[in-house]
């Protein structure tokens, strides 16, 4: 399947009657050269489902191509040991280096129960977690343990801080604007540092440092309270 179905906003609603119908059980990425040697550059996944009803509740699984066994020009990739040489089988054959048959086995090894690690190449995602999106490299492992160690740290999505997202006339301007693409308007991070954004006067700055300083002191003072209060009931 098509990156652009498991990725893009207009095609949100097919992704949406897809888990409507079944379970997503895994999706492997396919690098983006495997269909060049026939004719097409488009990037692909595999997509594997699940007519529902479903009994499984099993995370869904993620894998990463990343050899093929061949090149661009379709020529047959070969294993090498360390000094260059290729490797053969038993039989005598060239062994094509592709991580293919492995990622295969660990795909059997995840439905019976048994993987128990992950890796760059493969991982599992939570039911909870997936969104709207269904492309592997959206749920990169890094990236999870990036945005989990952000949400431990207090950070906030930025539409609930930034009222100018939603609310500002604008900081919309600005945006549709810098867009392009007009079947899937896009615009990159590069335009999006471009966007001005409007800085209160040095009066108001100061007016809202205050306001939060006079509340993280009632604040303080509501804790010191309650922990009176605490102690007198204790005693």
Not at 60 to 75: E, L, P, T
Not at 167 to 181: A, C, K, N, S
Request: with cysteine.
């Amino acid at each position: 399947m098509p990156d652009g179905l498991l990725q893009n906003v207009t095609s949100s609603h097919i992704r949406f009657w897809i888990r409507s119908q079944a379970k997503v059980l895994g999706v492997v990425s396919i690098p983006q050269e495997a269909f060049v040697p026939y004719g097409t550059g488009i990037k692909t996944s595999l997509l594997l489902l699940q007519k529902l009803p479903s009994s499984s509740r099993a995370a869904c699984f993620m894998a990463r191509v990343q050899k093929i066994g061949y090149d661009v020009k379709g020529q047959p990739v070969y294993q090498r040991d360390a000094s260059g040489r290729t490797m053969r089988t038993p039989s005598g054959l060239p062994m094509v280096d592709d991580d293919i048959e492995e990622i295969a086995a660990v795909f059997g090894s995840f439905r019976a129960g048994t993987f128990d690690g992950k890796s760059e190449k493969v991982y599992s995602v939570s039911e909870e977690l997936l969104n709207s999106r269904l492309d592997a490299e959206h749920y990169q492992p890094e990236d999870q343990m990036l945005i989990e160690h952000l949400k431990s740290v207090g950070a906030k999505p930025l539409s609930e801080i930034a009222e100018i997202l939603t609310e500002t006339d604008d900081f919309l301007r600005q945006v549709r604007r810098l867009m392009t693409g007009h079947a899937i308007p896009a615009i990159s991070i590069e335009d999006l540092s471009k966007v001005l954004v409007p800085i209160p006067s040095k009066e108001e700055q100061e007016r809202i440092a205050n306001a939060i300083a006079q509340i993280q002191s009632m604040r303080k003072q509501s804790l010191r309270a309650g922990e009176k209060v605490v102690i007198e009931t204790d005693a």
